[in-house]
């Protein structure tokens, strides 16, 4: 049961309880809309901000740290940190920062582990925050466990619903007989499996468009068009290949992705969430081959 506002207002000796009774409902807020734990939020933004004390959080109102990267168009501040003269984000209202730091965990693949974690594992959590470089400090994870129990924010993890990471976006479907008076037919040689609601397999060593395009009742031009191809390439094993058109926009719950550092271009950030890339390209204003910078955020759905 979560403790109410006016038992921390007052008890509000220090500036640590205070924070906690301004923040968290918008911390519980976010850990509805996002899954990360509001325990976890509330240490980061005790610790990243000294309690909301922080020029960065005062002037600012950036309570997490979160720096501006490539893509990010609001406004923008300087300050050392890791390095003289840093860029960090600026935000209208404490909200909109516990959102962004929320999707900043949510949309990166780095981060993706952490929503496999039970939502009331705070010390996985903050272990697996520390281990995935969310912040140098080698003591980080201890801090935030620290932080938890001395103010008993676990109490915020208790008893609420936590939606599934959306990041579980592929489910296996059942396998269609080759007699079947579907339009599309699907090889009972594998399994066929569906990103974003669209079937698909995934290539095994051997395989080429062609005999992917034959086995499953499709013409070459289809395949191609369906995975945003203009020709041929080679296929590596384990690559996805689609039987049928992608949506338009990814599932619902997965409004972007933030680029990582293996050099994905956009069609594989395409191929990736079940998108086609024409409409990638619209949300983005990017060409369909260009590789977005680590750091860059990709719109996923309007």
């Keep these: ?28 807020s976010e850990m509805h809309r996002s899954g990360v734990p509001a325990s976890i939020t509330l240490a980061q933004g005790l610790l990243e901000s000294a309690a909301g004390q922080s020029s960065l959080a005062a002037k600012s109102n950036n309570h997490f740290g979160i720096k501006c990267h490539s893509d990010w168009k609001g406004k923008k501040v300087y300050k050392d940190d890791d390095k003289a003269g840093e860029c960090f984000r600026v935000y209208p209202n404490a909200a909109a920062s516990f959102r962004d730091h929320s999707d900043f965990l949510r949309y990166q693949d780095r981060y993706k582990s952490l929503f ?19 912040a140098t400090d080698r003591s980080y994870a201890e801090k935030l466990i620290k932080l938890i129990e001395d103010y008993r924010l676990y109490i915020y993890d208790q008893d609420t619903p936590v939606p599934e990471t ?16 579907e339009e599309l037919r ?43 191809l203009s020709s041929p390439k080679e296929l590596a094993a384990g690559e ?5 058109s992608k949506k338009k926009n990814a599932a619902k719950g997965l ?6 550092n293996g050099g994905e271009s956009l069609r594989d950030i395409a191929q990736r969430f079940g998108v086609r890339l024409s409409s990638l390209r619209k ?3 990017m060409d369909g081959d260009a590789v977005p910078s680590e750091g860059d955020t990709i719109i996923l759905r309007k």
Excluded: H, Q
């Design 1 to 28: 049961m979560l403790l109410s506002l006016a038992v921390f207002a007052a008890a509000a000796d220090n500036p640590y309880e205070k924070y906690i009774a301004k923040y968290s409902s918008t911390a519980v």
């Design 116 to 134: 496999e974690l039970d939502p009331t594992d705070y010390k996985s959590w903050a272990r697996g925050l520390k281990k995935a470089g969310y």
């Design 166 to 181: 959306p990041l579980e976006i592929e489910k296996a479907v059942e396998r269609v007989r080759t007699d079947s008076s």
């Design 186 to 228: 699907f090889s009972l040689a594998r399994d066929v499996y569906e990103i974003n609601g669209v079937p698909c397999v995934y290539a095994v060593p051997g395989d080429t468009y062609e005999s992917l395009a034959s086995s499953n009742g499709l013409f070459l031009r289809e395949i191609l068009r369906f995975n945003d």
């Design 240 to 244: 996805v290949v689609y039987l049928k």
């Design 255 to 260: 409004d972007k992705y933030i680029a990582g």
């Design 283 to 285: 949300y983005n204003s």
